[in-house]
């Protein structure tokens, strides 16, 4: 069956970096686009990248400059490098492909 796992979240100073991973399973990873979106206490879940099955990307303009996405098809995993974090960026972030979620890995910005 379809599964998503994402890893990498934790607690970083405002300004650290953090790298998320998505890995994936049970479908053709090199054929789907593959989304990072994320939940902030209170809020709809967000829109945050996108990379296509050849590799174009598109950003929120929240994280645009900040964070980049990008995937490795011989590991059917994606990546969300996120740099110059921001406390706002504080959330639950998902991994999403055909049409399936993970679980989600906490990010929190905070000093």
């Known amino acids: 069956q379809v599964q998503l796992v994402e890893s990498g979240g934790g607690l970083v100073q405002p300004g650290g970096s953090l790298r998320l991973s998505c890995a994936a399973s049970?479908?053709?990873?090199?054929?789907?686009?593959m989304h990072w979106y994320r939940q902030a206490p209170g809020k709809e879940r967000e829109f945050v990248a996108r990379?296509?099955?050849?590799?174009?990307?598109n950003y929120a303009d929240s994280v645009k400059g900040r964070f980049t996405i990008s995937r490795d098809n011989t590991k059917n995993t994606v990546y969300l490098q996120m740099n110059s974090l921001k406390p706002e960026d504080t959330a639950v972030y998902y991994c999403?492909?055909?049409?399936?979620w993970g679980p989600g890995t906490q990010v929190t910005v905070s000093s």
């Open positions: 999403k492909g055909y049409s399936s």
């Open positions: 049970g479908f053709t990873f090199s054929i789907y686009d």
């Open positions: 990379i296509g099955s050849v590799g174009y990307t």
